[in-house]
């Protein structure tokens, strides 16, 4: 099984930044991809970013050039930097791990996820 805890999440204002982290813990033989879905009240959950275990990343338009992903291997832990905040980047923010264990094969696991509020 493969546990995932996020930190960071809060209230900020417009223009502000947070930075969200997640680490994934439990018995596993190695991670693909890790990265950060959101979803707001009323909508669907939506791709923020991705990262695999070389270094490919995958943003969503709506935060390109704003949120930047990295990732320590060596931590199993995956970040968000979130610059230049906007009311609707209001969400909670969930982490996922694209994962191998013996025995379970590749799952996607998710995080609790944790609000994000934008809002002066």
């Known amino acids: 099984q493969v546990q995932l805890v996020e930190s960071g999440g809060g209230l900020v204002q417009p223009g502000g930044s947070l930075r969200l982290s997640c680490a994934a813990s439990?018995?596993?033989?190695?991670?693909?991809?890790m990265g950060w879905h959101r979803q707001a009240p009323g909508n669907q959950r939506e791709l923020v970013a991705t990262m695999s275990n070389s270094g490919t990343t995958k943003y969503a338009d709506f935060v390109k050039g704003r949120f930047t992903i990295s990732r320590d291997n060596a931590k199993n832990t995956v970040y968000l930097q979130m610059n230049s905040l906007k009311p609707e980047d209001t969400a909670v923010y969930y982490c996922?791990?694209?994962?191998?264990?013996?025995?379970?094969?590749?799952?996607?696991?998710w995080g609790q996820g944790t609000q994000v509020t934008v809002s002066s």
């Open positions: 996922l791990s694209d994962t191998y264990s013996l025995g379970r094969g590749r799952n996607v696991y």
């Open positions: 439990g018995t596993f033989f190695s991670i693909y991809d």
